[in-house]
């Protein structure tokens, strides 16, 4: 999806939700647990209830991986039953040697290699430019790059200073010389949305990721407001405040509701900001 593509399902729908498909087998309601996939029922369902209210899905590798196959055939089932209008998102964290993230990027970028196909991966840039250059050399494929992260322990590196100015603001500012605005993305959590004044004068164009609106308590206004560029330029991620809305039969619907609210502020803060 190129990033005109994005923008327009943005202005379309009025939302730049990203719903995070962080799915536990463990968390699911009981009745799902007899079905021939519980885990691929879960998202489909969630995905009938939200579709209208979101642009992008993301599913957390994690959650799928820690199931062996049958949590990678659960993940492709998703990827598959997921809408083209939609961006997708492999939540992977990735990030190794050259070689190695080669085969990363073919992992979710080649679907004749893994039988996944996304749109986006998220990568580590701690190891440099040499293991993100290889997730660039998939045509219309993006990297999200981790720059500012909504853990407690984000500042344990990601702001020491370096050359003058705290480490995530070099990635910022490096990574640019790597692919442009169409092809990167930032995550830059939600619980430091009193940084991203700051990071819009240094990337004023690129799309952010951003993880930490529901449950983590991010405030959705005060991010749109300082982080919003005139394309939008926001993927706002919800995970456990929607998908986990209910845990019974009415599941879906709870987590229909939760996009829907979600998707009216958003339609508000495009209104006011995105300009």
Same mark, same amino acid.
């Given at each position: ?91 992977? /964290? ?177 209104? /006011?900001?995105?300009?």
């Amino acid at each position: 999806m190129t990033y005109e593509a994005l923008f327009e399902q943005i202005s379309q729908k009025k939302s730049y939700l990203c719903i995070g498909l962080d799915t536990d087998i463990r968390k699911i309601p009981a009745h799902l647990r007899q079905a021939a996939d519980p885990v691929f029922e879960f998202n489909k369902q969630i995905i009938d209830a939200t579709a209208d209210f979101c642009v992008s899905y993301k599913p957390n590798i994690a959650f799928y991986e820690a199931s062996g196959s049958k949590g990678w055939e659960s993940l492709q089932k998703t990827i598959e039953y997921i809408p083209k209008s939609h961006f997708t998102i492999a939540d992977a /964290k990735r990030g190794d040697i050259g070689n190695t993230s080669g085969l990363y990027a073919r992992t979710f970028f080649d679907p004749s290699a893994s039988g996944l196909e996304f749109d986006a991966v998220t990568v580590a840039p701690y190891m440099g430019s040499d293991s993100v250059i290889p997730f660039l050399e998939f045509e219309n494929k993006w990297v999200i790059l981790l720059a500012l992260t909504s853990n407690p322990g984000s500042g344990d590196f990601q702001r020491l200073e370096a050359n003058g100015a705290p480490l995530y603001e070099q990635v910022l500012k490096a990574s640019q010389t790597w692919a442009g605005a169409d092809r990167i993305m930032y995550v830059v959590g939600a619980t430091q949305a009193a940084e991203f004044e700051k990071i819009r004068t240094i990337i004023p164009d690129h799309f952010l990721l951003v993880p930490g609106v529901g449950a983590q308590g991010g405030n959705l206004e005060e991010l749109s407001r300082f982080g919003m560029n005139a394309h939008c330029g926001l993927l706002v991620n919800a995970s456990r405040s929607i998908i986990y809305a209910g845990n019974d039969v009415d599941f879906a619907h709870k987590a229909k509701q939760e996009a829907q609210l979600l998707q009216q502020e958003m339609a508000i803060y495009l209104d /006011k900001y995105c300009k």
